[in-house]
Every structure is written in C-alpha cells, then in structure tokens.
C-alpha cells in the first residue's frame, strides 16, 4: 500500500483546509485508513479515522470540527481519503501524515504504533 498527501498549507485561525490521501495498493480497500498529526515537540497522536466498512471514529480534540472520509473508485486498488479540517485552531498546526491499518479493531486502528503504512507528511500551519 502507498499513500500520498497533499493539500497542506497555511491557515487563519476559524479558517478550513482539505487534506487528500491518495492510497494505491490491491488490497488498500480491506485498511483503515487514518490520519495522525505530530507538532513539533510533541509525539505523534492519532486525529481521526475510517474503517473499511465506513465507521469513523476522531480525537476528542477535533470532534465536530473535522470530518474524515473515503471516496472509492472504480479502480479497487485506489482509495482517497479526505481529512476536512474546519473552525481550525493554532493548536492545529502540526505536519498530518496519513497511515493505514490492515485492522478493524476500534482501539488499535487509533495506534500510531500498529498502523502498516505511512505516508510522506503534510505540514499544516493555523496562524492566530
């Protein structure tokens, strides 16, 4: 599985910003497919996530402002998953990286250390 970020950038404070991860892989569809971020400082923490099946679970510390999701395509070996990021705060800045999961297990898919695969990162900036 190969995942690649895009759509990092440079926010106002109660600004939004779309992150896109586009994951390739035969199997990609059967991941959970996530996002974490790590400030700098700071160790990395889990944001938010979506099971295979369509579940969705987020931090506490991001609940109802962003919005996870999956856009399935015809091709079964491509996945993109979207991080909409609304109402951001300057507490937000940190680079995002997105990762997947061969799991369905609600707390280990949450788990920086369990997940399969990583993305590059994408840097994320909410000025005050």
């Known amino acids: 599985v190969q995942l690649v970020e895009s759509g990092g950038g440079l926010a106002q404070t109660g600004g939004s910003l779309r992150l896109s991860c586009a994951a390739s892989?035969?199997?990609?569809?059967?991941?959970?497919i996530g996002w974490f971020r790590q400030a700098p400082g700071k160790e990395r923490e889990f944001v938010a996530t979506?099971?295979?099946?369509?579940?969705?679970?987020?931090?506490?510390s991001v609940k109802g402002r962003f919005t996870i999701s999956r856009d399935n395509s015809r091709d079964n070996a491509k996945n993109t998953a979207y991080l909409q990021m609304d109402s951001l705060k300057p507490e937000d800045t940190a680079a995002y990286y997105c990762?997947?999961?061969?799991?369905?297990?609600?707390?280990?898919?949450?788990?920086?250390?369990?997940?399969?695969?990583w993305g590059q990162g994408t840097l994320v900036t909410v000025s005050s």
């Open positions: 990762a997947a999961i061969y799991s369905s297990h609600i707390a280990t898919i949450q788990l920086s250390s369990k997940q399969d695969y």
């Open positions: 892989g035969r199997t990609v569809r059967s991941y959970a």
């Open positions: 979506s099971t295979r099946s369509g579940d969705t679970y987020y931090a506490d």
